[in-house]
């Protein structure tokens, strides 16, 4: 059963080849016989009264797609009654008394949810080794890191512990996993999906999406999460189209553009080629291929480790040892209960983006680093927006190599270049996809596909077609 | 050495909407603590604001009363600083672009002439809740109820040169929030706070001297007296050599002294930056225009038309008008028909002494304004002389019903009868016929003791007009 597609087995629930218990029961299993670490809670009860609910729904004939479909919600949303953690010993003691929006939005069409899964701390990494709950492992290569910082659900996507997860993504956080774990993964428009109840890392960069099997899921889930919430003023009064419904256009005479900055020095031949091979495949279904130049996209690195911890460094002030969350042990007055409440709740790498956050917004340096991020930021996106005249969707890498070991990055500076081909879209607040494009050394190599604002439908009738083409996202890893 | 000194004034206004600025969440006050704290409010992980539009409204108004600079674009920024009651560790407020900027206005001050004084500007923010230091031995409890209720900071320009003219300029703030209905006023609820900025130079100095802020000051009273203190306290230290340290100071009313807060070193920076979850707070012509029409007569309008139309001198119509609950009362009478000079008095004299000796707000007053003019109608056609009318209203006062009620029940109507005053004044001047002599060769001033003797023989429900009118007739 969990080689099936969300597609597929919202078919088999609707012809009653299986009940929603049977199925969520034997992902239960899975993630239970499971050793890579994926999730952080596993709600084993509350996924089985959701699966019998789903079924009592589905006998009735009340049902939507998606009802009764088991899924893995990263551990960064609130859920009522359960643990949200976010990777982090800060917020190891703290039960949400309330849902994220998404997660009421994924109840209310009748989903299970399997538990919550790992994840670099805070949204904080790109190897998912930042966790306070210990690294999730690489399901094609247990050495290796599964990316980050949604490393638990890309996990559990590519072993196929859970049908599909939630993600998050505010410089590659889903794209860069999916790509080292072989999935798809979409990072919608900022502004698409609420952020309302989702823990916040970098405000305005933040974005929720899905992480699937394929194109078509991933089309199906983002009917579910999109749209306005009045709760988040950030998200956009837009309709939302039906996603899956243009999937099967044609895309001869797509125009397609390469950036030549994304072929640089850093890149790795062997992904180098599989981007090229598969940009082919394109040409080979009537796409046109053209260079293009993103001329600031070496600021990106820069720009985003000023803009997200910047903000980091205010949205985390609340996780303070006062309300909820973790408190240190007899504190001696105010100062040593924030102090230690904080240096013990937080980790290294989180620590050292509040650092350069605080640092950053001080009087005295925040034109230059904080206002001269913004107006880097703004040239970056005019970037875009100037190749988006003439081409429909870019195509490049999403990381410079596949999944690496683990502890191999100790410097954080190399880490932090491992999201280089991913923030700029995140800084223009694009969408962004990464598909399963081939293999290089037994390791898959994810293709990243950015789209204009608002232009997710495309971004998935392009990729489901080159999936149509090709079989890179149904392979699994071995023993799976 | 002469002296002067330099105020300028931050006034906190609490709006009076509904609910809070970026929640849900009632602001009423007084409830049981953390009862009125939601998800929002207790910033819990992964919530996020929502600007209530009620409260920019609020400000707009009050930017068009001061016939203020509207910033149709303005921003809301994050003031991070950690503190117990500050849930977020940062306050949402507004920073570089507030949504009010430069205005004025007059005040009254004490050589009965005016004076404009400056706006910088005006902003939205969020409050924070309470923390109570005294009610657990070894713990600091935290009230959130308060935690994100509007508020409309005022910041004057630095234009006050004594604390008469700093209380009176924070008095025609005050009554101008409560006008355009933006604040209770409360003051001891905490619903409109001063904070002063107060600085002193040598007489004629062009630079501004170092300046102290001044904390904690609810009523205009203590504003007066902890602004005295500090501006002899800064002199003071002058005069010594030293210099004034630019610090936060507490006043405190029972010893009646500020001391020192914190000094500029300790303070905070609070790394203000435009806060990601809010959106700029866009206003277009169309709702200025409609807010703009929608305004009430405001206090300085008030006051012209009551000079223009009743012939009220300026002291007495900017009293009437410099609270609104007297403005209404006022009216009110009006709407009874009272005659408005006279009414105008009776309000700002007999009312407002009874209600200061009682400690009683206005509303509250036991004699209502249709009561009131009852009064002043029956002093208008004659009924009775202003000096039974001060009885009449004591007794009304003490709730012995209306005017007309005590007038009756106590025999106080005015004599009309004039073959009956005329039989006393022929008796008066029968009795005192030394006094009426001297009259007559030419000490005039003795009219007033024929008043005085007729209306002490008709216990004073002669009127007076007439009186006079008799006797200057009999005795010429």
């Known amino acids: 059963m969990h080689k099936f597609s969300v597609a597929e087995l919202s078919k088999g629930l609707k012809n009653k080849d299986f009940s929603s218990v049977e199925l969520t029961k034997h992902y239960l299993r899975r993630i239970d016989r499971s050793d890579l670490n994926a999730f952080i809670t596993v709600t084993e009860d509350l996924a089985l009264s959701q699966a019998r609910e789903a079924d009592s729904r589905l006998a009735k004939g009340n049902a939507n797609v998606l009802t009764g479909i088991p899924y893995a919600h990263k551990d960064i949303f609130c859920t009522k009654g359960i643990k949200t953690s976010a990777g982090s010993k800060i917020l190891d003691p703290f039960i949400s008394p309330y849902d994220a929006t998404l997660s009421y939005k994924l109840n209310a069409e009748g989903m299970v949810m399997l538990g919550k899964t790992n994840m670099d701390e805070l949204a904080m990494g790109s190897s998912n080794e930042n966790s306070y709950y210990g690294p999730v492992k690489n399901p094609w290569d247990k050495k290796r890191v599964p990316g980050g910082s949604s490393g638990g659900s890309a996990a559990a996507v590519a072993a196929r512990l859970s049908a599909f997860a939630t993600g998050t993504d505010t410089g590659g956080s889903i794209r860069q996993p999916a790509s080292l774990c072989g999935i798809t993964g979409l990072k919608p428009t900022y502004g698409r999906v609420s952020r309302y109840g989702m823990i916040a890392y970098a405000s305005s960069l933040d974005q929720a999406g899905p992480i699937t099997q394929s194109a078509e899921d991933a089309a199906l889930v983002l009917n579910a999460m999109a749209g306005f919430d009045d709760k988040d003023s950030t998200s956009v009064n837009k309709d939302v189209p039906d996603y899956t419904e243009n999937l099967n256009n044609s895309i001869k005479g797509l125009k397609i553009g390469i950036p030549k900055e994304y072929f640089s020095d850093g890149l790795d031949d062997d992904v180098a080629k599989v981007i090229l091979q598969s940009i082919k495949e394109f040409e080979s279904m009537g796409a046109i291929v053209e260079e293009v130049s993103l001329p600031n996209s070496a600021y990106a690195v820069p720009t985003y480790y000023i803009v997200a911890p910047c903000e980091c460094s205010s949205n985390l002030s609340r996780l303070d040892g006062v309300r909820y969350g973790y408190r240190c042990d007899d504190p001696k007055d105010l100062n040593d209960l924030y102090l230690r409440s904080r240096s013990e709740g937080f980790g290294e790498e989180v620590k050292r983006r509040i650092m350069i956050g605080t640092y950053a917004l001080s009087a005295g340096y925040y034109d230059a680093y904080y206002l001269k991020a913004q107006k880097a930021r703004h040239l970056i996106s005019e970037d875009f927006k100037k190749v988006f005249q003439r081409v429909d969707v870019i195509m490049g890498p999403v990381s410079p190599t596949t999944a690496f070991e683990l502890d191999a990055i100790k410097d954080s500076v190399s880490m932090y270049m491992a999201d280089i081909y991913t923030l700029s879209v995140n800084l223009a607040g694009l969408p962004g996809m990464s598909i399963p494009a081939g293999f290089s050394k037994n390791l898959p190599v994810g293709l990243q596909m950015i789209g204009n604002y608002w232009s997710e439908e495309v971004l998935l009738n392009v990729a489901h077609q080159f999936q149509r083409q090709t079989d890179w996202h149904v392979h699994l890893p071995e023993n799976t | ?476």
């Open chain 2, 1 to 476: 050495m002469a002296w002067e000194t330099v105020i300028g004034l931050e006034i906190h206004s609490q709006l009076s909407t509904k609910s809070k600025i970026f929640s849900g969440a009632s602001t009423a006050f007084g409830a049981e603590p953390n009862t009125q704290a939601c998800a929002v409010d207790l910033g819990l992980p992964g919530v996020l604001p929502v600007l209530n539009k009620e409260a920019v409204i609020m400000a707009l108004r009050f930017g068009l009363a001061v016939n203020a600079k509207i910033n149709q674009h303005s921003i809301f920024a994050r003031k991070n600083y950690f503190y117990p009651d500050l849930p977020k560790g940062y306050q949402i407020s507004q920073f570089e672009i507030p949504i009010v900027g430069q205005g004025e206005i007059e005040i009254s001050i004490e050589d009965g002439g005016t004076k404009m004084i400056g706006i910088t500007r005006a902003h939205l923010e969020e409050d924070a809740g309470k923390s109570i230091h005294d009610m657990y031995e070894d713990f600091t409890a935290i009230d959130l109820n308060r935690a994100g209720t509007p508020l409309l900071e005022i910041v004057s320009e630095p234009d006050m040169s004594n604390a008469k003219e700093a209380v009176a300029y924070a008095k025609k703030i005050h009554a101008l929030v409560q006008y355009i209905g933006i604040c209770d006023g409360n003051m001891q609820e905490g619903s409109f706070r001063c904070d002063a900025n107060v600085s002193i130079r040598k007489k004629g100095a062009k630079e501004l001297g170092t300046r102290t802020e001044l904390k904690n000051i609810n009523s205009f009273k203590f504003l007066e007296k902890a602004i005295n203190l500090e501006v002899v306290r800064q002199q003071d230290t002058l005069e010594d050599g030293e210099e004034v340290v630019q610090e936060t100071r507490l006043y405190d009313d029972m010893k009646n002294e500020t001391r020192s807060m914190r000094s500029k070193e300790e303070a905070n920076d609070y790394r203000y930056f435009p806060d990601p979850d809010l959106l700029p707070v866009d206003i277009d012509d169309e709702l200025l225009i409609q807010i703009k029409s929608a305004l009430p007569e405001l206090p300085t309008e008030k006051k012209s038309r009551y000079i223009g139309e009743f012939g009220l001198s300026s002291y007495d119509a900017e009293n009437l008008t410099s609270q609104k609950a007297f403005a209404d009362f006022f009216e009110s009478m009006l709407y009874e028909e009272a005659e408005a000079k006279l009414s105008a008095n009776w309000v700002m004299g007999e009312l407002s002494a009874a209600l200061n000796k009682n400690q009683m707000n206005i509303k509250d007053s036991p004699i209502s304004a249709k009561e009131l003019s009852g009064l002043v109608k029956r002093i208008t056609d004659e009924t009775i002389s202003g000096k039974i009318a001060k009885d009449v209203f004591k007794a009304m006062w003490e709730g012995q019903g209306s005017a007309d009620d005590v007038i009756e029940s106590q025999g106080l109507k005015q004599m009309t009868d004039i073959t009956a005053i005329e039989s006393i004044i022929d008796k008066v001047i029968a009795s005192n016929s030394t006094q009426v002599e001297q009259y007559r060769s030419g000490n005039k001033k003795l009219l007033g003791f024929f008043v005085g003797q007729v209306m002490k023989e008709t216990q004073g429900k002669a009127n007076p007009k007439q009186v006079n009118q008799l006797l200057n007739e009999k005795l010429s």
